[in-house]
Nanobody, 114 residues
Framework: QVRMVESGGGLVQPGGSLRLSCTKS????????MGWYRQAPGNQRELVAS??????NYADSVKGRFSISSDNAKNTFYLQMNSLKPEDTAVYYC?????????WGQGTQVTVSS
């Protein structure tokens, strides 16, 4: 059974940093396209960052502050979040494409507050 498991969320002060990880298990096939999404209370889930066809893409609200990367040897991809703002508070989800299927993680809470 394929699983995508996020980690690294938590409480951080404004201006701080966090790194989220998404680790794949249950298959030897690699994640070819990947993305990070977030959903704040009362809002729709939105795409924050992605790597599609080897190209990185970012939502305007996080450009210059967030960075997505991957390490196939560790079966893991990451979201480095710097200069965090209170409006970045949300549950963050990873999604990976393996073959023709997409797999979601369970979500990790990120709270930015003083």
């Amino acid at each position: 059974q394929v699983r995508m498991v996020e980690s690294g969320g938590g409480l951080v002060q404004p201006g701080g940093s966090l790194r989220l990880s998404c680790t794949k298990s249950g298959t030897r096939f690699i994640v070819t396209d990947m993305g990070w999404y977030r959903q704040a209370p009362g809002n729709q889930r939105e795409l924050v960052a992605s790597i599609i066809g080897g190209r990185s893409n970012y939502a305007d609200s996080v450009k210059g502050r967030f960075s997505i990367s991957s390490d196939n040897a560790k079966n893991t991809f990451y979201l480095q979040m710097n200069s965090l703002k209170p409006e970045d508070t949300a549950v963050y989800y990873c999604k990976g494409r393996i073959g023709s299927e997409h797999f979601w993680g369970q979500g990790t809470q990120v709270t930015v507050s003083s």
